[in-house]
């Protein structure tokens, strides 16, 4: 077996010399080519987002506090700091991310400061954020109540560009943000185009590996690589990307403002946070060069 170090070095993508030595490490190996060549085939294919896009106003709706960052953070870094206005409705209150080790009361307002702290490291007020404070894990229960928010708050703030989970994110909660805007959307009657951004889809075989130390997972990793057919339904999932290599410093400094999320407290080793999925698979996919989207327009002009 490579020793902790060598293991290192090759997930942080230095050449290791002992590839091809043990099967366990080749398949590492097959896997990681594998999702090259997939974003290699999906970066050629997609357009650069346009420069009308950098510059619109926006709101982000999250289902989660730190889904603004995984998800687009390094866009909407890029939105602010060219001028545009951007704001953030956390759908949910987080609650349940550690449930059986944090008081959901103590977690929703500990992820509440995280998200204002992660709105403010994207270089926004933290004022920006705004909190429907729906039940984590339940949101599927109260899209109506979602798409009556949404509604009012567009129709206050009449956004250009809207940001909503992807229509193919399987998490429960991803799916009734994305139904629930999507609806108030159609309402709105106003031209806006709309940025769908991908989460849990890259939960899947060949960005992260099969199995997974936290339970569930890999149950999860395995279902999603049969329907997204390993990777290859996403070829047709996005139609535009932005870079945001040079955003990285703003997405990584957001992400850490995610304490709860990303780091385990001293006393509960059990505590799971993103960087145990997949053994940073995950959280190195989702801090990528590029960030994809589906981009389509709603009520377009003429
Ligand atoms: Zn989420």
């Known amino acids: 077996m490579p020793s902790m170090a060598q293991r290192r070095a090759y997930l942080n993508g230095e050449p290791p010399a002992w590839r091809g030595t043990e099967p366990y490490w080749i398949m590492i190996g097959f896997r990681q080519a594998a999702a090259t060549a997939i974003d290699a085939l999906l970066i050629r294919r997609l357009a650069p987002l346009a420069a009308g896009d950098w510059r619109a106003s926006a709101v982000l709706f999250a289902p989660h506090p730190d889904d603004e960052t995984l998800g687009c953070g390094g866009l909407v870094a890029k939105k602010i700091a060219a001028g545009a206005d951007v704001r953030f409705v956390f759908v949910t209150d987080g609650s349940a991310s550690h449930a059986g080790?944090?008081?959901a009361g103590r977690l929703r307002e500990r992820r509440e400061d995280e998200a204002r702290a992660a709105v403010s490291r994207l270089g926004a007020d933290a004022g920006r954020a705004t909190f429907l404070r729906l039940p984590d894990g339940r949101a599927r229960e109260h899209i109506p109540e979602i798409a009556a928010a949404a509604a009012s708050l567009?129709?206050?703030?009449?956004?250009?560009?809207?940001l909503i989970p992807h229509r193919l994110d399987p998490t429960p909660d991803h799916v009734a943000v994305h139904a629930g805007v999507s609806a108030a959307l159609r309402d709105h009657g106003q031209t806006v185009v709309v940025l769908e951004y991908p989460i849990w889809l890259w939960y899947h075989w060949p960005w992260v590996r099969l199995r997974s130390s936290v339970p569930g997972l890999t149950a999860a990793a395995i279902r999603q690589t049969l329907t997204s057919a390993a990777g290859l339904r996403l070829l047709s999932a996005f139609n535009a990307m932005a870079f945001v290599a040079d955003a990285s410093e703003a997405?990584?400094?957001?992400?850490?403002?995610?304490a709860s999320q990303m780091s385990k407290p001293a006393d509960n080793p059990n505590w799971v946070t993103l960087?145990?999925?997949?053994?940073?698979?995950?959280?190195?996919?989702?801090?990528?060069?590029?960030?994809?989207f589906l981009r389509r327009v709603v009520n377009p002009r003429g």
């Open 101 to 103: 080790h944090a008081a």
């Open 154 to 162: 567009l129709a206050i703030w009449q956004p250009e560009c809207v």
């Open 251 to 258: 997405k990584c400094a957001a992400l850490a403002a995610h």
């Open 275 to 292: 960087p145990d999925l997949s053994d940073g698979d995950f959280v190195r996919r989702l801090l990528a060069d590029h960030e994809l």
